[in-house]
């Protein structure tokens, strides 16, 4: 579908931070404008943490930060392009759009326990017995991923059920067939057409846990089993090539369509110039995010697992994923021990202090791949007495290439014949050529620091919402894309020598907490 576009506003809502990115007809970065995300911490009667958005006060600063962009095109035409947070949800009044309760973010822990519960079932091991005899004979990938499957509460599905418990609005408008539920872009497309869509892309779907990629629909017989309610779910559309709504024109103040719709991560994935196998995208913000493109979704384990990057057409890109939560949390929380004052400072660490025997655990809230343990504990083990405050800050940057290299070792062993020409780093914290020159010299593979790293994701959108204007195709994108810096590996033997010493670190501060309820809170 072509149409004259002469700016693309993408706007990347993320967990830190909410942006709107202007981009002219060669996707060169024209203005930005930013918002803090302001997130709302409760501590639930069995020490879970919930952790929250005013869906209120997101919307009020979306508007804000979206009218700023279109008054920086002036009259010229322009298309919104989506990429957000994932997992985070929201149920509403299909008629009033009057939301029934705070966002729900993906970091929530309010469901640790039931998904405990459900992962012990009688069922859910019924489910991998199957699945696992079923791919014995069969050789099915999606046999093989149920002989694994476990419930994990950044799914949506759960947090939803428990919810549903305590919601009385939610249940009425449920029994009255008027209740919606969406994630971050549903919600967002719902408001700005005036309830007129209710929508979702591949992306954002096959991350939530309720969409099975295997079959490129959503998961429909284990969500009836566990009591999930089909009717809310939301219409499944492309990521791109035709618009996804239609913006109500009082909205911005101008009819005009969002072009396209991407999760986060999968956007960065694209905004990396990332678009076949010869690469690997390495996102360092909010948290660590690992992906490889591959054509078919694979089926895999130890906290690695399979997604839509993007659905153009009928051509779907599938891509294998892999996490560590708190990459921000941990800076942020070495400024609040007072580790350092400015950022600048993580740029100028002092070569003296690598060595010194200290291991930063970063499990705020607990580690995900390749141990998915959510009762991990954060710790800094290896303090003297004449510890320094610089030395402690080095261990706790280590600790972010040192997950990057944990995660690497585990899909090296989960997806067979992986040989990357490059990594391509993107993301706030790509900016530290320590952290960049750490992971080449880790993974023994050039690293390539993606110019303008923190707007990644925002980029990949509006490529995306240029494939769907006709201004360039897919295989076009990596043109669009430029690298920065490039970091060549190097022999580091004492480099090595200390993450195999920080992984007897991670070892000793897992399964520490009775449950999962102190973990999750970043506050």
Same mark, same amino acid.
């Given at each position: 579908?072509?149409?004259?576009?002469?700016?693309?506003?993408?706007?990347?809502?993320?967990?830190?931070?909410?942006?709107?990115?202007?981009?002219?007809?060669?996707?060169?970065?024209?203005?930005?404008?930013?918002?803090?995300?302001?997130?709302?911490?409760?501590?639930?009667?069995?020490?879970?943490?919930?952790?929250?958005?005013?869906?209120?006060?997101?919307?009020?600063?979306?508007?804000?930060?979206?009218?700023?962009?279109? @008054? /920086?095109?002036?009259? +010229?035409? #322009?298309?919104?392009? %989506?990429? !957000?947070?994932?997992?985070?949800?929201?149920?509403?009044?299909?008629?009033?759009?009057?939301?029934?309760?705070?966002?729900?973010?993906?970091?929530?822990?309010?469901?640790?326990?039931?998904?405990?519960?459900?992962?012990?079932?009688?069922?859910?091991?019924?489910?991998?017995?199957?699945?696992?005899?079923?791919?014995?004979?069969?050789?099915?990938?999606?046999?093989?991923?149920?002989?694994?499957?476990?419930?994990? @509460? /950044?799914?949506?599905? +759960?947090? #939803?059920?428990?919810? %549903?418990? !305590?919601?009385?609005?939610?249940?009425?408008?449920?029994?009255?067939?008027?209740?919606?539920?969406?994630?971050?872009?549903?919600?967002?497309?719902?408001?700005?057409?005036?309830?007129?869509?209710?929508?979702?892309?591949?992306?954002?779907?096959?991350?939530?846990?309720?969409?099975?990629?295997?079959?490129?629909?959503?998961?429909?017989?284990?969500?009836?089993?566990?009591?999930?309610?089909?009717?809310?779910?939301p219409t499944l559309e492309n990521t791109a090539e035709k618009p996804l709504c239609m913006i109500a024109t009082d909205v911005l103040g101008k009819s005009c369509q969002v072009w396209s719709s991407i999760g986060d991560a999968q956007s960065a994935i694209l905004g990396s110039g990332v678009v076949d196998k010869e690469y690997v995208k390495v996102s360092l913000g909010t948290g660590t995010f690992v992906n490889i493109l591959t054509d078919k979704p694979h089926p895999t384990f130890n906290g690695v697992y399979p997604l839509i990057a993007w659905k153009i057409g009928d051509n779907i890109k599938y891509t294998t994923e892999a996490r560590s939560n708190d990459t921000a949390t941990c800076i942020r929380w070495a400024h609040t021990f007072g580790l350092y004052n400015e950022l600048s400072e993580l740029d100028d660490l002092n070569e003296n202090d690598k060595g010194h025997g200290l291991h930063f655990v970063p499990a705020?809230?607990?580690?995900?791949?390749?141990?998915?343990?959510?009762?991990?504990?954060?710790?800094?083990?290896?303090?003297?007495?004449?510890?320094?405050?610089?030395?402690?800050?080095?261990?706790?940057?280590?600790?972010?290439?040192?997950?990057?290299?944990?995660?690497?070792?585990?899909?090296?062993?989960?997806?067979?014949?992986?040989?990357?020409?490059?990594?391509?780093?993107?993301?706030?914290?790509?900016?530290?050529?320590?952290?960049?020159?750490q992971i080449a010299d880790l993974v023994q593979v050039k690293v390539e620091r993606v110019s303008e790293p923190e707007f990644a994701s925002a980029k990949g959108a509006a490529l995306l919402a240029g494939i769907t204007a006709g201004m360039w195709t897919l295989k076009e994108c990596d043109e669009y894309v430029s690298v920065e810096e490039t970091f060549f590996p190097s022999p580091n033997p004492e480099l090595f020598y200390q993450y195999e010493q920080w992984l007897k670190a991670i070892s000793r501060c897992l399964n520490f907490y009775e449950n999962d309820a102190f973990q999750n809170s970043d506050s």
């Open positions: 579908m072509g149409a004259k576009l002469r700016y693309i506003i993408s706007v990347d809502i993320g967990t830190t931070t909410m942006k709107s990115c202007v981009y002219n007809e060669n996707c060169d970065l024209q203005d930005t404008f930013e918002t803090n995300m302001h997130l709302i911490y409760v501590e639930n009667e069995d020490r879970s943490i919930s952790v929250e958005m005013d869906p209120e006060r997101v919307w009020d600063d979306f508007l804000d930060i979206v009218k700023k962009a279109v @008054n /920086a095109v002036g009259g +010229h035409e #322009f298309g919104i392009a %989506l990429c !957000t947070q994932r997992n985070t949800f929201i149920t509403w009044n299909k008629d009033s759009l009057v939301p029934c309760h705070n966002l729900i973010t993906w970091k929530d822990g309010r469901a640790n326990r039931i998904c405990e519960e459900w992962n012990q079932s009688f069922i859910l091991k019924a489910i991998r017995t199957s699945g696992w005899l079923g791919s014995k004979l069969s050789g099915s990938g999606r046999f093989k991923a149920a002989g694994g499957f476990r419930f994990l @509460n /950044a799914m949506v599905s +759960h947090r #939803f059920l428990v919810l %549903l418990k !305590t919601e009385e609005e939610m249940n009425k408008l449920l029994d009255a067939d008027r209740l919606a539920m969406g994630t971050l872009d549903t919600w967002l497309m719902s408001r700005l057409s005036k309830g007129q869509s209710h929508v979702t892309d591949a992306s954002c779907a096959s991350s939530t846990g309720l969409y099975d990629p295997f079959i490129n629909d959503w998961g429909r017989l284990l969500l009836k089993i566990i009591g999930f309610p089909l009717k809310v779910l705020f809230s607990g580690i995900q791949t390749p141990v998915d343990d959510g009762r991990a504990v954060c710790s800094l083990l290896g303090i003297k007495p004449n510890t320094t405050k610089s030395q402690m800050l080095r261990a706790v940057i280590d600790s972010i290439s040192f997950r990057v290299k944990h995660i690497w070792d585990t899909m090296l062993k989960e997806v067979k014949a992986i040989k990357p020409t490059a990594f391509r780093v993107c993301g706030g914290v790509a900016k530290n050529a320590v952290v960049c020159q």
